[in-house]
């Protein structure tokens, strides 16, 4: 009765933290260039069809998310800092899925704390928790998948079968990632040797049918609507291949620093080679999760060298799970008593001692700084000049790219500025004709897609630079025209 107040305490009080660090200040940081992105394109006003062109302007993600977050929009209203609610709870709501997960695996109540206490301290599941994009998300359909995955494993029934499959399809819709879970899975079922003799038998044939076709049409989805995204969306210099690759896969992006990546990957190398026999026993479920880290990376790595540089941190959050994981359980089956109370002690104070430097922690005691562009400063500084005409500084006003980025910060600005009680006059930086009318105004660079922050130098031939303020990844420009 003790040991249950306090398993069931303890877990309160992680789950509590958990939701803390995603919640609180949410809307701290004003959006960066991809979540306005998704700001404009889930726009509630679009029509359906109008929302999937969008996607296409500048957005190399399927249209899923943001097809999700319109809806999101719809009813719980088109404000700026509404969308990233919808990540923070299904942030929150991954670590309730963990432990249902590690649950399915082991009996071992110091196991599921240990599960729950590493995603509810994990900084990078913390931050795109707090990121309008599809990430949080993603990770929070990958974790359901899984979990039915697993049910369906330790009961064949078509039920179980239909759920996993349509979590499953979810999955992919929001990230082609999410076929790793299909690839893991048949892949396990195949190596148990019941897959023709136990599990298919099982399954109704209709199902069976059903899903396999709409499998092939999310295939040929996949394909054509990639085929369709502007090739120059996928930067080939934004995630190369780099030799430390080799020792730091992504775990000191996903663990919150280099020394605390390299000890949990030293802890995961060392509990896969020293229980290497469960990963082939069948009733086990490690081959599974290790199946998801070499179809992740495998596939991640065949992208990079044939197709798109694409070995981003982000785009592979779903790996922290299966690491999460395979540690948590494992951990505890260690024999020997110190050997295994000093590596829980490390990996515990370790991410606490870790956590204790990230702001999301920081933000309860201290001032804290902004990380992406400062709008409020930017507008604020704007308010208080001889004018509030502002738009976005253009390297090259007849790129089509650039213009739909003007468009879309502009609509997010003039949203935040009325928002928050900013007297802002935004106008097209292309509209020569409105600007040989003018005797001053603000131009705003947003680094993510202007890196140089150059103004045609037409615009230049009548007006000089009068100021230059910063505003953190935001720049700001104070044009006056020159005398004659």
């Known amino acids: 009765m003790i040991k249950n107040k306090i398993f069931y305490t303890c877990f309160v009080v992680i789950l509590l933290l958990g939701f803390t660090f995603r919640f609180y200040n949410l809307n701290f940081d004003n959006l960066w260039f991809d979540e306005i992105i998704s700001f404009n394109v889930a726009d509630p006003k679009l029509t359906f069809i109008e929302t999937l062109k969008k996607n296409l302007e500048l957005d190399a993600s399927t249209p899923f998310y943001n097809l999700t977050l319109k809806y999101f929009y719809k009813l719980f209203g088109y404000k700026t800092f509404v969308g990233r609610y919808l990540s923070a709870i299904l942030g929150f709501l991954s670590i309730i899925i963990i432990f249902l997960i590690i649950s399915e695996v082991s009996k071992e109540n110091n196991s599921k704390l240990l599960a729950i206490y590493l995603s509810s301290f994990n900084i990078f599941l913390i931050t795109y928790s707090q990121e309008l994009r599809v990430y949080s998300t993603f990770f929070f359909f990958f974790s359901l998948s899984i979990f039915f995955f697993l049910r369906y494993i330790k009961k064949y029934n078509n039920k179980n079968f239909f759920i996993f499959l349509t979590f499953q399809l979810i999955t992919i819709l929001y990230h082609p990632f999410g076929l790793i879970i299909f690839f893991s899975a048949l892949t396990y079922l195949i190596f148990s040797k019941n897959l023709l003799t136990f599990y298919l038998p099982k399954i109704n044939f209709f ?70 026999k469960l990963f082939f026993s069948k009733k086990k479920f490690y081959l599974f999760f290790f199946l998801i880290l070499i179809f992740g990376y495998s596939l991640g790595l065949i992208f990079n060298f044939f197709f798109y540089k694409i070995l981003v941190p982000r785009y592979f959050i779903f790996l922290i799970l299966p690491i999460i994981l395979i540690i948590s359980d494992l951990t505890y089956k260690l024999k020997n008593i110190f050997f295994k109370n000093t590596i829980i002690l490390i990996i515990i104070l370790s991410t606490l001692i870790n956590m204790i430097t990230e702001r999301s922690f920081n933000q309860f005691f201290f001032k804290i700084n902004t990380y992406k562009p400062d709008f409020f400063s930017a507008f604020d500084k704007v308010n208080k000049s001889e004018t509030n005409l502002l738009s976005v500084a253009l390297k090259n006003p007849n790129d089509k790219k650039q213009q739909i980025s003007q468009i879309y910060i502009l609509n997010y600005s003039k949203k935040l500025s009325i928002e928050n009680g900013f007297r802002i006059d935004t106008f097209f930086f292309n509209d020569k004709r409105f600007i040989t009318q003018l005797e001053n105004f603000w131009v705003m660079c947003v680094y993510e897609i202007n890196l140089n922050c150059e103004i045609d130098q037409s615009i230049l031939n009548t007006f000089l630079i009068k100021d230059i303020f910063e505003f953190n990844r935001l720049q700001l420009i104070y044009l006056n025209k020159k005398k004659l």
């Open 207 to 276: 199902y069976f049918l059903t899903f396999f076709l709409i499998f092939f049409f999310i295939f040929l989805y996949l394909y054509f609507y990639f085929e369709l995204v502007p090739k120059d969306l996928f930067p080939n210099f934004l995630g190369d291949f780099k030799f430390k690759f080799i020792t730091n896969p992504f775990f000191s992006n996903f663990f919150g620093s280099r020394i605390l990546g390299l000890i949990y990957l030293l802890i995961l190398i060392f509990l896969l080679i020293k229980f290497k």
